[in-house]
């Protein structure tokens, strides 16, 4: 045992000697050995994967025939539906309900007012009965009017409400048909898997080009962004049930069917209602997204006043999405924890549905109200209040008078900290890269995780972008340490002071909230265009999991331990590091491990601040609509973050069974 | 008792593995514990034969682990037995088609759970109507059946709580109510009690034991608390290890241990509070005996009548003498 361990450290220091030996040297022992592909990949070797996917599209929508329909059929087939719902709901929020065609439509209907929207979301408060949480929704539903936000929000609004249910609905059938079937289960789970690590820029692509520009292609990509975790949850759910709670179904005679809908679906519906709350926020992260495919509404106004450097007006519209996150997120929690209480008297239809009927009669005294007075039909235009002069004022002054601290802060972090990693990552020759990433694979993992990692990351290399891979690495790798180092800490913090648990709960939560693009605004005002930028957004997006995880790592100790080692004579540092650190270990790891993960795919969408990497490759397949570039690139990212995703997951498990802790 | 048996297993495997009757076949459908070991199979139960009769209390007893719940799971086939077969009311178990198994599990079975397994999203009153909902029985119907059933089990005015409402004493008294709801003929309950304190235990045995005395239905019996199995049994099976070690009345296994495992179990209990005269008389007939008492009375509460009067007739229920007992063979029992 003592010999084993010995001989990992002499393998893993000189391993470690000779990586660094690598990179100091590879370029001179290449050219010695006059073979250059040591270090560079050759281009004419690399496999057009990106021409082969995009001609297999071009036949699938040209070409393709199912004898009865072609494939262009079944994508119109599947807009239609779509289509219908949308176009219904957009009516009711936003447009109303017209006759005629284009210019010369004449609205017969009124779209709901601002006043019986906030009466929809008043009603659906009340039912939580929280009355903090009616107070922040009813408040955030009049920030949308008050702050003239009003028109685009019933957009994103409208989209959200058609992309949440098919989400969920969708979602919760494949569930429970993976959780019928192993096979299913066993297909469906690795395309989840790349569902979720591949960046949603690579598959933007190919919906535009089946489904054309538009709101509908931008609900298909938000529906495909959102439902994975809605399978997941509901086979999670359906699979921890107690195996008794099943059996007592069955006994009680039970069809199949009964037994699936009677008993398993109402006893999964908390953690039902929490992968519903996901999708909801999964959906609303794509808002600003799904706007470069044609979404409207609050997205398309970020993403062009993006464009236009218009700072007051992204940062408006960034709030306003913000706000709906919020008041979103925290309804549907609150709908997830509702407590079911003891119905004491049996009730009549109208004490049943008494708020529902209140409601209906509201939205109709508010419409007729508003044929006469126009404040319920609008919000009066004098009344509103403009932010965008502000937040530009804002952002100057700062500049003005902080650029020199901001700079110095910059180039200090650029040339002592990213530069060395980016120039390490760059140095390493590939193919000692790919074999110390396979040793590390088996070390965890055994042979399945070491073929794993060899097939990866061959696939990248022969791909041609290794070295676009390299430098996503290391704004992966920058961003990650740094978070780690900022996140670790606080995540200890709050694992100790049940009162910092708190106000980190609430500021990691809200950042947890807002989509992923809401950070790019105010980095770029601050540190302009570039990797430093695309790093600080990515660091304060990828931060919540590493403080979230530590802190319940930390925390979570069996209360027992934390007795015998006081009992011992700990003194308090005692007790964190030589017992709550190294017991929360496998834990602090996952966490990590989700910042990872939460890096790797804000980086993509950092490619809008120019950076060189995957999310570039990806970028720029987007804009010239070339589906195989985008969805090539999308993979090696996805195939980047399974193979750290496999990895520290096999190193946490280890540990955990060594401790033997579930 | 009537001695027609209501359920029959017939050589029931039930084998956990990659291809367990294939296994069993190369093996002469008889392979060793340790040829299922080292083969990668685990051994739920090994070659169990019972029969069930009509109206009795058969209590199967073993530790965690020794097959008694697959057993029960096999007779209501909510587990299918690797091999053998299951009559019920001389049907095969085996051979029915997935709705006829429903039907039977709607009109002839009910089966209470450990840790209760009520529905969280019902109330008392639609956890115990849900058997019948199923059936599609309406509303009013089922409810007016529920209410029946509630005051049998001692709910009253609880009938429109959540189960996480109850104390668990009272979740399982709706768990017992939901058997009940079908007036099946077969009962299954599998440790029943087992997640209950002490106390509460008692008391739900004994209320158990007065709802059979009212309904008599046939009862399957799981329980790993051999103090249980000798207060609600008339039958007891003891199984280890997947099988079925003794088959017999808590008597015969106080007196004839199969054995060490069964002696282990039986030695520690108050044998003269559970023996009846019966099992210790003796059988030639001493007629001159002026005190008489029962074959059926527990040895403890003619005890003092034994050690002063030296020698005691024992009498039938219809008070034909049909042996004796005396001072020594008393003192000889208390002793050992």
Not at chain 1, 409 to 430: E, H
Not at chain 1, 536 to 541: G, N, P, T
């Amino acid at each position: 045992m003592q010999k084993k361990k010995l001989s990992n450290k002499i393998i893993f220091i000189s391993l470690t000697v000779l990586t660094f030996f690598l990179y100091w040297y590879g370029k001179e022992i290449a050219n010695y050995l006059d073979s250059k592909w040591l270090v560079k990949y050759p281009k004419h070797y690399s496999f057009p994967f990106a021409i082969y996917t995009s001609t297999f599209v071009k036949w699938l929508i040209n070409d393709a025939n199912f004898w009865l329909f072609t494939f262009n059929d079944l994508t119109r087939f599947f807009a239609w539906i779509i289509e219908q719902p949308y176009n219904i709901v957009l009516a009711i929020f936003s447009k109303g309900i017209l006759k005629g065609q284009g210019q010369d439509a004449i609205q017969i209907m009124e779209p709901l007012s601002w006043i019986s929207v906030v009466g929809i979301f008043f009603t659906l408060a009340l039912y939580t009965r929280d009355k903090f949480l009616i107070i922040l929704v009813v408040l955030s539903i009049v920030y949308l009017a008050v702050f003239d936000q009003w028109q685009s929000s019933m957009i994103t609004l409208s989209s959200i409400i058609i992309a949440v249910p098919i989400g969920v609905v969708l979602g919760i059938l494949l569930g429970i048909l993976s959780y019928k079937s192993k096979i299913l289960e066993k297909i469906i789970t690795p395309i989840l898997d790349l569902m979720q690590t591949v960046p949603v820029f690579a598959y933007l692509v190919p919906i535009l080009v089946m489904f054309g520009f538009g709101p509908v292609s931008a609900l298909i990509a938000t529906i495909i962004y959102a439902m994975p975790p809605m399978v997941r949850t509901t086979l999670l759910a359906l699979n921890s049930i107690d195996p008794q709670l099943k059996e007592s179904g069955l006994m009680s005679g039970c069809t199949e069917r009964q037994l699936m809908w009677k008993v398993l679906i109402p006893v999964s519906k908390p953690t039902l209602l929490i992968g519903v709350n996901q999708v909801i926020m999964l959906s609303l992260n794509m808002v600003i997204i799904a706007s470069m495919i044609g979404a409207g509404g609050l997205g398309y106004d970020v993403l062009a006043s993006l464009r236009r450097l218009d700072i007051g007006g992204g940062i408006e519209s960034g709030i306003a999405i913000v706000v709906i996150a919020i008041a979103l997120d925290r309804l549907s929690q609150s709908f997830a924890n509702l407590p079911t209480l003891s119905k004491k008297t049996q009730k009549t239809f109208f004490t049943k549905y008494k708020k529902i009927i209140f409601l209906i009669f509201y939205i109709i005294g508010i419409y007729i109200l508003g044929n006469f007075f126009t404040f319920f039909k609008l919000f009066p235009e004098e009344l509103m209040i403009n932010t965008s002069l502000f937040w530009e004022e804002l952002v100057k002054y700062i500049n003005i008078n902080y650029f020199d601290n901001l700079e110095s802060f910059k180039i200090t972090l650029l040339t002592f900290f990213m530069l060395p990693i980016k120039k390490f990552f760059l140095g390493i020759p590939w193919p000692w890269f790919i074999f110390i990433i396979t040793i590390i694979g088996w070390y965890f993992g055994k042979t399945k995780l070491a073929l794993l990692c060899l097939m990866m990351s061959i696939f990248i290399v022969t791909t041609g972008l290794w070295e676009k891979a390299m430098i996503t690495l290391y704004l992966c790798g920058s961003s990650v340490i740094i978070a780690s180092i900022i996140g670790i800490p606080l995540g200890i913090w709050a694992g100790l002071s049940s009162r910092a648990n708190k106000i980190l709960t609430a500021f990691i939560d809200t950042l947890q909230t807002l989509p992923s693009f809401v950070y790019l605004i105010p980095v770029v005002m601050l540190f302009r265009v570039g990797d430093f930028t695309a790093m600080i957004a990515v660091i304060l997006y990828a931060l919540a999991p590493a403080v979230r995880y530590t802190a319940h790592g930390v925390k979570n100790i069996n209360n027992q331990i934390v007795e015998a080692a006081l009992i011992s004579g700990c003194s308090q540092r005692q007790l964190l590091f030589k017992i709550r650190l190294p017991l929360a270990l496998p834990e602090i790891l996952l966490g990590i491990n989700q910042t990872i993960m939460l890096a790797l795919s804000m980086l993509v969408i950092t490619a809008l601040v120019g950076t060189r990497d995957l999310g570039q490759e990806v970028y720029i397949g987007l804009t010239k609509a070339d589906i195989g570039r985008g969805l090539v690139a999308g993979l090696c990212v996805a195939f980047i973050s399974i193979i750290a995703d496999r990895i520290i997951k096999a190193g946490s498990n280890n540990l955990k069974n060594k401790y033997g802790i579930k | 008792m009537s001695l027609s048996p209501k359920l029959i297993c017939k050589n029931v495997w039930k084998l956990y593995g990659d291809n367990p009757k294939e296994f069993l076949k190369s093996h002469n459908n008889n392979p060793d514990k340790e040829i299922i070991k080292k083969s990668g199979y685990i051994q739920a139960i090994r070659n169990a034969s019972l029969e069930v009769y009509e109206n009795e209390i058969l209590v199967i007893m073993g530790l965690s682990g020794s097959g008694k719940s697959t057993l029960v799971r096999c007779m209501s086939r909510l587990v299918d037995p690797t091999i053998g077969e299951i009559f019920f009311e001389n049907i095969d178990m085996g051979k029915l088609s997935k709705n006829e198994l429903i039907e039977i599990r709607r009109h002839k079975m009910g089966m209470v759970f450990q840790h209760f397994a009520l529905f969280p999203h019902r109330t008392v009153i639609e956890n115990i109507a849900f058997p019948l909902e199923v059936q599609g029985i309406k509303r009013k119907e089922r409810e007016k059946s529920a209410l029946e059933i509630i005051d049998l089990v001692g709910l009253q005015g609880r009938e429109n709580y959540f189960p996480k409402e109850l104390s668990g004493g009272q979740q399982q008294r709706v768990g017992i109510g939901r058997s009940l709801a079908v007036k099946p003929e077969l009962w299954f309950l599998d440790e029943p009690f087992s997640a209950l304190d002490p106390l509460i235990r008692k008391e739900m045995q004994n209320e158990f034991l007065k709802i059979q005395n009212s309904l008599k239905k046939t009862i399957i019996f799981i329980t790993h608390d051999f103090d249980e199995a000798i207060k609600l049994a008339d039958r007891i099976i003891i199984m280890n290890e997947g099988r079925i070690v003794q088959i017999g009345s808590p008597e015969d296994l106080i007196m004839k241990p199969a054995d060490d495992y069964v002696k282990e179990f039986t030695e520690d209990l108050p044998r003269e509070r559970l023996l009846s005269v019966k099992s210790i008389m003796d059988t030639k007939k001493e007629p001159n005996n002026s005190s008489t008492v029962y074959e059926d009375e527990k040895i403890f509460s003619i005890l003092e009548k034994v050690l002063s009067e030296g020698s005691v007739s024992v009498l039938d229920k219809s008070n034909n003498i049909i042996g004796s007992l005396n001072k020594e063979t008393v003192s000889k029992f208390i002793n050992n």
